[in-house]
């Protein structure tokens, strides 16, 4: 297993930045106003290349349309060199092989770190920005043991169970990417300033944003689609039915790719989703072993949504809703920090916690958590285990 990683580590890095006519004109579309990927790909089968659609452009344009300048694009790639970045271009050398056949691939990807991992075989974990302490454990084990295995971990650089599928990656020293819903130079959140350096050096971070682009609450799901093509099979953990990571299920079943699921109890509202994606077919997860034993050696090719068995649509209508109870969704990206008493509520589920892992994992002090302890305990939302440690209610 260990060869198998040292192989990723040993590859030269490459930077592929469009240098063709051909790739500037897909970039210059691909930032355009009005423009879709699916509606580019589809003038590209109209007028056989970008630099034709470019051309042609008067002829379809629609008064909202706005086409991106050829000095536009140079500056974005210039900004984009200066930080050590790189870009892959649809169709072209670099472009990672599990998306080119999806209807909905990004033309473009900017990058940090290393390109060739995102030609890797990849596993995506997702689930609840508030994440039991005990899913946030379990979930960082699960990252370095399909690590171990040589297999490379993609996350959404969030909050809560996506920090640590990155972080149990690196912790087995395996690779890991980010796919980020704002331009790769924007940090968010905030606090995973480190994390997203240590990912650039033992793996990367890439979005279809533009350089500079602060992640607006529409490019979440659009961030979930692209995990869910560049990964063998998407594992759901903690969210709640109405979850940002359940759109990623949805995208990864559209797109014929494995979906796991880990199961909770039925009382916490975190175990929503994974618990109904059980019942409707998707795969259990206790181990590392459970996903390596459906792994294929290579991605699975893309099967059209209409073969696929299509997830109950009625459960993402309203996915851009908070999670339940003190949990926010992937959507909301106002910076504003949960209080001590959200953070610590947020920890407690229906495993038992010790007072010990909470002081780590909220990061107060002793004094201070035992006084919210005793308020959540007093308002019923918070009760002492039989082993001494916490659960909810």
Request: net charge negative.
């Given at each position: 297993?260990?060869?198998?990683?040292?192989?990723?580590?040993?590859?030269?890095?490459?930077?592929?930045?469009?240098?063709?006519?051909?790739?500037?004109?897909?970039?210059?579309?691909?930032?355009?106003s009005g423009m879709g990927?699916?509606?580019?790909?589809?003038?590209?089968?109209?007028?056989?290349?970008?630099?034709?659609?470019?051309?042609?452009?008067?002829?379809?344009?629609?008064?909202?349309?706005?086409?991106?300048?050829?000095?536009?694009?140079?500056?974005?790639?210039?900004?984009?060199?200066?930080?050590?970045?790189?870009?892959?271009?649809?169709?072209?050398?670099?472009?990672?092989?599990?998306?080119?056949?999806?209807?909905?691939?990004?033309?473009?990807?900017?990058?940090?770190?290393?390109?060739?991992?995102?030609?890797?075989?990849?596993?995506?974990?997702?689930?609840?920005?508030?994440?039991?302490?005990?899913?946030?454990?379990?979930?960082?084990?699960?990252?370095?043991?399909?690590?171990?295995?040589?297999?490379?971990?993609?996350?959404?650089?969030?909050?809560?169970?996506?920090?640590?599928?990155?972080?149990?990656?690196?912790?087995?020293?395996?690779?890991?990417v980010a796919v980020v819903?704002?331009?790769?130079?924007?940090?968010?959140?905030?606090?995973?300033?480190?994390?997203?350096?240590?990912?650039?050096?033992?793996?990367?971070?890439?979005?279809?944003?533009?350089?500079?682009?602060?992640?607006?609450?529409?490019?979440?799901?659009?961030?979930?689609?692209?995990?869910?093509?560049?990964?063998?099979?998407?594992?759901?953990?903690?969210?709640?039915?109405?979850?940002?990571?359940?759109?990623?299920?949805?995208?990864?079943?559209?797109?014929?790719?494995?979906?796991?699921?880990?199961?909770?109890?039925?009382?916490?509202?975190?175990?929503?989703?994974?618990?109904?994606?059980?019942?409707?077919?998707?795969?259990?997860?206790?181990?590392?072993?459970?996903?390596?034993?459906?792994?294929?050696?290579?991605?699975?090719?893309?099967?059209?949504?209409?073969?696929?068995?299509?997830?109950?649509?009625?459960?993402?209508?309203?996915?851009?809703?908070?999670?339940?109870?003190?949990?926010?969704?992937?959507?909301?990206?106002?910076?504003?920090?949960?209080?001590?008493?959200?953070?610590?509520?947020?920890?407690?589920?229906?495993?038992?916690?010790?007072?010990?892992?909470?002081?780590?994992?909220?990061?107060?002090?002793?004094?201070?958590?035992?006084?919210?302890?005793?308020?959540?305990?007093?308002?019923?939302?918070?009760?002492?285990?039989?082993?001494?440690?916490?659960?909810?209610?």
């Open positions: 297993m260990m060869r198998q990683r040292e192989k990723i580590l040993l590859m030269p890095q490459i930077f592929p930045t469009p240098t063709t006519a051909e790739s500037l004109a897909k970039l210059r579309l691909a930032r355009s990927s699916i509606t580019l790909r589809k003038l590209m089968q109209r007028y056989e290349t970008a630099s034709h659609v470019l051309a042609r452009w008067s002829e379809f344009a629609k008064p909202s349309m706005v086409l991106c300048t050829e000095d536009a694009a140079q500056r974005e790639l210039e900004k984009l060199r200066a930080a050590g970045g790189w870009m892959v271009v649809w169709g072209e050398e670099g472009y990672p092989a599990a998306l080119q056949e999806l209807p909905d691939a990004p033309i473009v990807l900017s990058g940090l770190g290393d390109a060739q991992f995102l030609s890797a075989r990849q596993v995506a974990m997702v689930g609840n920005r508030a994440a039991s302490a005990a899913g946030l454990a379990w979930s960082k084990t699960l990252a370095s043991d399909l690590a171990k295995a040589g297999v490379v971990v993609t996350s959404g650089l969030a909050r809560g169970i996506d920090s640590v599928a990155h972080e149990g990656a690196l912790s087995a020293n395996g690779g890991t819903a704002g331009g790769v130079d924007h940090i968010y959140p905030p606090e995973n300033a480190n994390l997203r350096q240590r990912i650039i050096a033992h793996g990367c971070v890439v979005s279809e944003q533009p350089f500079g682009m602060v992640p607006l609450a529409q490019f979440f799901p659009r961030r979930n689609r692209i995990i869910a093509g560049l990964s063998v099979g998407v594992v759901v953990s903690e969210a709640s039915r109405h979850s940002g990571s359940l759109i990623t299920a949805e995208c990864a079943l559209g797109y014929g790719r494995d979906v796991w699921a880990v199961p909770g109890s039925p009382s916490d509202a975190r175990a929503g989703g994974p618990n109904w994606l059980l019942k409707n077919g998707a795969h259990l997860v206790e181990s590392a072993a459970d996903i390596l034993a459906h792994l294929p050696a290579k991605p699975a090719p893309f099967v059209p949504r209409v073969q696929q068995q299509k997830i109950q649509p009625d459960l993402f209508a309203n996915a851009d809703e908070a999670d339940d109870v003190f949990a926010g969704d992937e959507g909301e990206i106002d910076g504003i920090e949960p209080s001590l008493r959200q953070k610590v509520f947020g920890l407690l589920g229906a495993v038992s916690v010790s007072f010990d892992t909470l002081v780590r994992m909220s990061g107060v002090d002793e004094a201070a958590l035992n006084g919210v302890l005793i308020e959540l305990e007093l308002d019923g939302h918070a009760s002492r285990a039989a082993d001494g440690g916490w659960v909810r209610g």
